[in-house]
Nanobody, 123 residues
Framework: VQLQASGGGLVQAGGSLRLSCVAS????????MAWFRQAPGKEREFVAG????????NYADSVRGRFTISRDNGKNTMYLQMNSLKPEDTAVYHC?????????????????WGQGTLVTVSS
């Protein structure tokens, strides 16, 4: 499956953005998905995950209550609604997929990765 992330940009602290990840090449509903992010000079970190049924979700403590992950299997698309953004949310956001019924933080569980979209939050 190929993944294409989009929706990043420059936003002021307290603002909102919605990221999208479009999948192609395989049946999207067979994959469990997640968002990761990587800030300059830091390791890639888990943001949120969602199981293929679209019901079971998982969030990093740093974003819980501010970010919402969702998916539309009919549109082959996953979303990340980001509200109350903070400067520390600045990073390149990547979407990832696996077929193991897994939507957690272990990067090695994900076999497919998108190229990333840059989110910059100014103070």
């Amino acid at each position: 499956v190929q993944l294409q992330a989009s929706g990043g940009g420059l936003v002021q602290a307290g603002g909102s953005l919605r990221l999208s990840c479009v999948a192609s090449g395989r049946t999207f509903s067979n994959y469990d998905m997640a968002w990761f992010r990587q800030a300059p000079g830091k390791e890639r970190e888990f943001v949120a995950g969602i199981i293929r049924n679209g019901i079971n979700t998982n969030y990093a403590d740093s974003v819980r209550g501010r970010f919402t992950i969702s998916r539309d299997n009919g549109k082959n698309t996953m979303y990340l609604q980001m509200n109350s953004l903070k400067p520390e949310d600045t990073a390149v956001y990547h979407c990832a997929a696996n077929e193991e019924f897994y939507a957690g933080p272990r990067t090695w569980k994900y076999d497919y990765w998108g190229q990333g979209t840059l989110v910059t939050v100014s103070s």
